[in-house]
């Protein structure tokens, strides 16, 4: 009887995993929208080179040691749009248009003794529509890596910096993602008096330091570090069938992004008190990043059936591949012709960390060369009495390098067999207003 039954209910369970889960799996997105749109307009017109000379408003997620250089209150209200002309198989990848809000805030901790040595600094990056996205991806299916929805996401960042001594910081703070924990009961009897979710959404913490210093007039040194984190999908279900077939146990576990472990070093060289002019006064600016995965990258869950006695009846099996160790190699010049304006442009090389996907595996990336300009204005001091007021843009192009995989394994619905190609860019512009109460 039970031997009759078992095919049944694995009919169901799958069913059940389709009215849950869309496909019955979840891809995982890997990077952060710091990788894949940048931070402020500042950092992001020069190529996120930014790890020695990030404004306060987003210290908090590039270098948290940088909060040194709010005065009073300083605050950026930002916005992001992005899109691009990725192509695979030489036809439009289909990505929408995406635009987010960035709010960044530091300040100054006036606290007796500690006054001008304590700085407190948050960071987030908000979607217009919704926190986050899972896509429901199966194994045969192509994610793009930085640019498909679940790299559109919610981040928050909260940091402490602290003035060591006159030039010199250190910060440490939380790099904050959603967690989710869900049960699900689907019940597919006369009555369906059974179904039911529940989600609850917690919170996962990531560690994030940093360094800063400045030597001498001219060059200032900053170190950061981003631990690694990933937002793991658990949810089990239960199925009502019927009373002759009886429950079953149904289980989903996967993962909606993850982040790497990410040490940058960053070098400022500021040569304004060199020019014999206003008009010759630049700074220079570069950063070097390594990024290092320590676990596969999966692009498909894991879905389990179990029978009552808790026994696994029959699991699918992730997609997943080892990555590759990255790396990004960053500069940027400044120029200030006046006091009230800085003009940069920046210049990145990116090594994804995603190795061909030769078989089943389909989360696809390329090298990335990424072109940046913007500028920065601020109203005149003796405009304005209590509070300074700024207005900055930029814009980056990622142009990926043209990426033609062959294919090693005939399986069903495996995309591109024999040859996969992949190639084109993306495109983001970014706006904020500064405030600055002193």
Do not use: C
């Not at 002309?85 to 987010?100: C, E, F, H, P």
């Not at 984190?229 to 019927?242: E, N």
Request: hydrophobic letters at 45%.
């Amino acid at each position: 009887m039970t031997s009759r039954q078992t095919p049944m209910k694995r009919l169901f369970s799958s069913l059940a995993a389709i009215a849950i889960f869309g496909m019955g799996h979840a891809s995982e997105a890997v990077g952060s929208p710091l990788a894949s749109f940048g931070s402020d307009p500042e950092s992001v017109a020069r190529a996120m080179a930014a790890t020695s000379s990030v404004n306060p408003t987003s210290a908090a997620t590039v270098n948290p040691a940088r909060l040194i250089d709010a005065k009073g209150i300083d605050i950026s209200l930002g916005i992001v749009v992005a899109d691009d002309a990725i192509q695979i198989q030489r036809k439009d990848a289909g990505l929408s248009t995406y635009v987010a809000y960035q709010l960044g805030a530091a300040v100054a901790l006036p606290i007796g003794d500690w006054r001008d040595r304590l700085f407190l600094g948050i960071d987030m990056h908000l979607p217009h529509d919704s926190l986050y996205t899972v896509d429901n991806s199966t194994q045969n299916d192509i994610v793009i890596l930085h640019l498909g929805n679940d790299a559109r996401r919610f981040t928050f960042d909260a940091a402490l910096g602290v003035r060591i001594w006159e030039r010199m910081s250190v910060g440490v703070g939380v790099h904050i993602i959603p967690d989710v924990v869900a049960d699900v009961v689907i019940d597919f009897t006369s009555q369906a008096q059974n179904s039911k979710s529940h989600v609850e959404v917690g919170y996962k913490f990531a560690p994030v330091a940093g360094f800063y210093g400045q030597f001498g007039d001219y060059i200032h040194l900053g170190v950061a570090y981003r631990s690694a984190t990933r937002l793991k999908l658990d949810v089990p279900a239960r199925v009502f069938v019927s009373d002759s077939i009886g429950q079953i146990h149904t289980r989903l576990e996967g993962y909606a992004f993850s982040e790497p472990h990410e040490v940058s070093i960053g070098l400022s060289a500021d040569l304004a008190p060199l020019a014999t002019t206003s008009l010759a006064r630049f700074a220079l600016h570069a950063t070097a990043q390594i990024q290092y995965y320590p676990y596969p990258l999966i692009h498909s869950a894991r879905v389990v059936l179990y029978d009552e006695q808790g026994e696994t009846v029959s699991e699918s099996t992730h997609a997943n591949t080892k990555p590759n160790l990255a790396y990004a190699l960053r500069a940027a010049i400044d120029w200030r012709p006046l006091d009230e304006i800085t003009v940069s442009l920046g210049y990145a090389f990116e090594k994804t960390h995603v190795p061909a996907p030769r078989s089943i595996f389909n989360i696809i990336d390329g090298d990335r060369n990424q072109i940046a300009f913007g500028a920065t204005f601020w109203l005149p001091d003796s405009w304005l009495k209590s509070f300074n007021l700024g207005f900055s843009t930029a814009a980056k192009f990622d142009f990926y390098d043209i990426r033609d995989v062959e294919k090693y394994e005939f399986l069903f619905g495996n995309p591109g067999f024999p040859a996969l190609r992949f190639e084109g860019y993306a495109f983001a512009w970014h706006a904020a207003l500064r405030l600055q109460f002193q």
